[in-house]
């Protein structure tokens, strides 16, 4: 409401001409920045953005483009939009690796990226959310994140599901649609994001392919066998076996998706996790959406 009022005040101002100057400005620009632009010091401008409802911590913050139009509405000034030709590129796809403890999903990102995670995990199993780049046998990039599967931690889940482009659901061939199966399931759902389901363990002596897909159908999971979009691909992360077709299915949604992203602006994320470390301090593990 504050802030719709003084847009009404802004526009007033420009019909009668009562501007002192104008200054340019754009998305993004700090408070410093625009203090220098506006040939006011930064204390002040600091003080005019608290008094608009604006508070800042310091005069590095980046300030959205319809806030700076409010300061310098304050200082008698008209903005005038700096004029920014968008620059994109493609972008390597975020892929999101869910689904119930223990079925294999952090063995599938090893065998990804020929490293060992799970075995630093107490138990073998994760207890956080990480994202990494993996350049594959391709040559093409992916940006993974795994999430835990155990059941305290479902708010990491989705998180996960909410800033990826496509979800691979892991499935243990010889345990089937469990628990944090269908919720992963259904935060990738709310998420509408593209699923792939990876069904794991398949060198199993118990493993039943067609019982899992049976109840994947029932949760919901239309496969491309039964009519259905969604991919599905029987594998083994332990033994290595179709990491290749999975590998292929991931490649061929995101070409679908057309993914790109806007570089010459402002960086733009999301913290996917922080920690504090005793001899680093505060560490956090960002995923960069647009910008450089």
Do not use: Y
């Not at 009562?18 to 993004?28: N, P």
């Not at 004029?83 to 689904?99: F, L």
């Not at 107490?122 to 599967?149: C, N, R, S, Y």
């Amino acid at each position: 409401m504050r802030l719709a009022c003084w847009r009404r005040l802004g526009s007033v101002a420009r019909q009668r001409n009562v501007f002192k100057g104008e200054v340019l400005i754009r998305d993004g620009m700090t408070v410093q920045e625009l203090a220098r632009r506006m040939r006011q010091s930064s204390a002040l401008v600091k003080r005019t953005l608290r008094r608009i409802g604006h508070d800042v911590v310091n005069l590095s913050e980046r300030i959205r483009l319809d806030v700076a139009e409010l300061v310098a509405l304050e200082f008698d000034l008209n903005s005038r939009r700096q004029a920014v030709e968008r620059k994109w590129i493609s972008r390597p796809p975020i892929v999101t690796i869910m689904g119930h403890v223990d079925h294999g999903k952090t063995t599938l990102l090893d065998s990804l990226r020929k490293t060992s995670v799970a075995a630093s995990e107490p138990g073998g199993i994760t207890q956080h959310i990480g994202a990494f780049q993996v350049k594959l046998t391709t040559g093409a990039e992916v940006t993974f994140i795994d999430t835990p599967g155990h059941a305290l931690f479902s708010t990491l889940r989705q998180r996960g599901a909410t800033v990826t482009d496509i979800v691979v659901l892991v499935v243990a061939a010889d345990d089937g649609v469990m628990k944090q199966t269908s919720q992963s399931i259904k935060f990738a759902q709310q998420a509408n994001v593209p699923i792939i389901v990876a069904i794991n363990k398949i060198d199993k002596k118990n493993a039943n392919i067609g019982r899992v897909k049976q109840s994947l159908l029932q949760h919901g999971i239309q496969l491309e066998e039964f009519g259905g979009d969604i991919q599905a691909v029987a594998m083994s992360a332990l033994q290595e076996v179709n990491i290749d077709l999975l590998i292929e299915s991931i490649l061929a949604q995101a070409e679908l998706l057309d993914l790109s992203a806007h570089v010459n602006k402002p960086a733009e994320g999301v913290v996917i996790e922080s920690s504090l470390d005793k001899g680093k301090g505060a560490l956090a593990t960002v995923l960069v959406q647009q910008g450089i």
